[in-house]
Antibody, heavy 121, light 108 residues
Framework: EVQLLESGGGLVQPGGSLRLSCAAS????????MSWVRQSPGKGLEWVSA????????YYADSVKGRFTISRDNSKNTLFLQMNSLRAEDTAVYYC??????????????WGQGTLVTVSS | EIVLTQSPGTLSLSPGERATLSCRAS???????LAWYQQKPGQAPRLLIY???SRATGIPDRFSGSGSGTDFTLTISRLESEDFAVYYC?????????FGQGTKVEIK
């Protein structure tokens, strides 16, 4: 059974940093791209970032480019999102999602339950 | 960036009725790389359709997807109580991947 468990969310001040993690199990982690998708309170889904199965290719939304860094540790089946220079508009539930293939050009067939990030003073 | 526009914003229907949801792209979606997701309150999204028309594992056949290029449709043939939710389309053919703003299917 595929399981994705996010952690690392919490309250952070504007300008601060946070690192999210997503522990994966139930599939061959290195064979699949992974993504982060966020949802602000009461709003729709926003794709944030994706990384190929090998970790060699990354993709970012313009809204986070230069501030967020996606990475993965295939030896530990874990996905990360390093978030710097956080802004109030980054407040959201952050979901980790598994892609349908290794490239990233794929739908997201499994999702975690999300971790809440609140940026506020 | 490909902008996806979903319509209508809200669809008010009764159980047993047919639901037709639209997703229009600002430019052609490469290789029909278009997915549909269902989200219920307090839950993560669930993949329904990928590749514009292929049902994901375990999805009932009352859900179907169609379309290509810039116009896509999700059809729910006969609404059941568990189908009342918000539905999102997503394109993953060109970076950045993008979602539509969602269509809420509510009980009339």
């Amino acid at each position: 059974e595929v399981q994705l468990l996010e952690s690392g969310g919490g309250l952070v001040q504007p300008g601060g940093s946070l690192r999210l993690s997503c522990a994966a199990s139930g599939f061959t982690f290195s064979s699949y791209a992974m993504s982060w998708v966020r949802q602000s309170p009461g709003k729709g889904l926003e794709w944030v970032s994706a990384i190929s199965g090998s970790g060699g290719t990354t993709y970012y939304a313009d809204s986070v480019k230069g501030r967020f860094t996606i990475s993965r540790d295939n030896s530990k089946n874990t996905l990360f999102l390093q978030m710097n220079s956080l802004r109030a508009e980054d407040t959201a539930v952050y979901y980790c999602a598994k892609a349908g293939d290794s490239s990233g050009y794929s739908d997201s067939d499994y999702w975690g339950q999300g971790t809440l990030v609140t940026v506020s003073s | 960036e490909i902008v996806l526009t979903q319509s209508p914003g809200t669809l008010s229907l009764s159980p047993g009725e047919r639901a037709t949801l639209s997703c229009r792209a600002s430019q052609s979606v490469s290789s029909s790389y278009l997915a549909w997701y269902q989200q219920k309150p307090g839950q993560a999204p669930r993949l329904l359709i990928y590749g514009a028309s292929s049902r994901a594992t375990g999805i009932p056949d009352r859900f179907s997807g169609s379309g290509s290029g810039t116009d896509f449709t999700l059809t729910i043939s006969r609404l059941e109580s568990e189908d009342f939710a918000v539905y999102y389309c997503q394109q993953y053919g060109s970076s950045p991947w993008t979602f539509g703003q969602g269509t809420k299917v509510e009980i009339k």
